[in-house]
């Protein structure tokens, strides 16, 4: 830790790099694969979870970015502890983060297998996983200008994907309802037999327990957020990319979540969402459109 500062990368990362590889790692498998669980959890509650944790998340990511662009130094929040606060906080840190990312590139993994299951069923679960194991080893064995442009790519391909989730959702529901009969922003409050018994009652259904519930995979879908800290060593000009890049992706994020979850939740009653399958997969089969379930499925 004490020779992070001596490290030197080479610094090929511009703005729109460190955006989109914050964002990729943020909007994908928490949001639309774990959303069936959260809104099985709490049901259209999950919206102000989303933005309870959000909004947490922006102040964390606003210290964390102000250290970064007075320290653009490889190593994160890890550097930081250890630098700051001691050996034994920097050791932990380190090998917490270690081992949350391999958890978490299991999940990924798993997540890959799921969604290829959605068109070769009879494919092992295993062959999926292996093949994405190693596509995903051979990206970061790129050249960090090589790397942040793949990056960039995908990560752009899935924010569009969003947006068009949120104005096709925003469409029917307010203007063209009769493609989803039930559409209504009313499904945010009512119960699951279509009555309005009291606000707190249809927006909390298995009250603030439920709330609570949903918060370890709610902070999951955020997860990612933090590669702007990693990248802190190998923008061109750290001192102006990293504290725009933490302002826009941290709100980006949460018109992302928020819009996307009113949007589905206000398509479908929450009751009527799979925990299982993707919702924003699920919805798109469910009103015809195969094209762009299929589209969605490939994205996420």
């Not at 809104?39 to 990511?61: D, K, N």
């Not at 039930?182 to 499904?187: H, R």
């Not at 018109?255 to 479908?268: E, H, Q």
């Amino acid at each position: 830790m004490e020779d992070l500062k001596n490290i030197h990368l080479k610094r090929k990362l511009e703005n729109r790099h460190i955006q989109f590889i914050s964002l990729g790692g943020t909007v994908g498998t928490g949001l639309f694969l774990g959303a069936g669980s959260t809104i099985a959890a709490a049901g259209p509650s999950v919206i102000l979870g989303y933005l309870i944790t959000g909004i947490i998340v922006f102040l964390i990511m606003r210290q964390l970015g102000e250290m970064s662009t007075n320290e653009p130094v490889a190593g994160s929040s890890c550097h930081f502890a250890y630098e700051y606060w001691g050996k034994f906080p920097g050791f932990l840190a380190g090998w917490n983060y270690w081992v949350e990312y391999i958890l978490s590139g299991m999940v990924e993994l798993t997540a890959i297998a799921a969604y290829t299951q959605y068109w070769f069923p009879n494919i092992p679960t295993w062959e999926t996983t292996l093949f994405f194991f190693l596509f995903v080893n051979v990206v970061n064995l790129l050249t960090v200008k090589a790397f942040g442009e793949v990056e960039f790519l995908f990560s752009a391909i899935k924010v569009t994907a969003v947006c068009l989730i949120i104005l096709i959702g925003g469409y029917i529901l307010f203007f063209n309802p009769s493609i989803v009969p039930g559409a209504s922003i009313k499904n945010l409050w009512h119960t699951a037999s279509g009555q309005a018994e009291g606000i707190l009652k249809g927006f909390f259904p298995h009250g603030f327990i439920g709330f609570l519930m949903a918060f370890p995979i709610i902070i999951f879908a955020f997860d990612g957020i933090e590669l702007i800290g990693l990248t802190a060593a190998e923008p061109a000009d750290p001192k102006r990319t990293i504290p725009k890049a933490v302002n826009q992706v941290a709100y980006r994020i949460l018109i992302f979540y928020i819009g996307s979850f009113l949007v589905l939740l206000s398509l479908y009653h929450w009751s009527n969402l799979s925990m299982v399958e993707s919702p924003f997969v699920m919805i798109f089969d469910r009103i015809g459109f195969k094209y762009a379930a299929s589209f969605l499925n490939l994205l996420y």
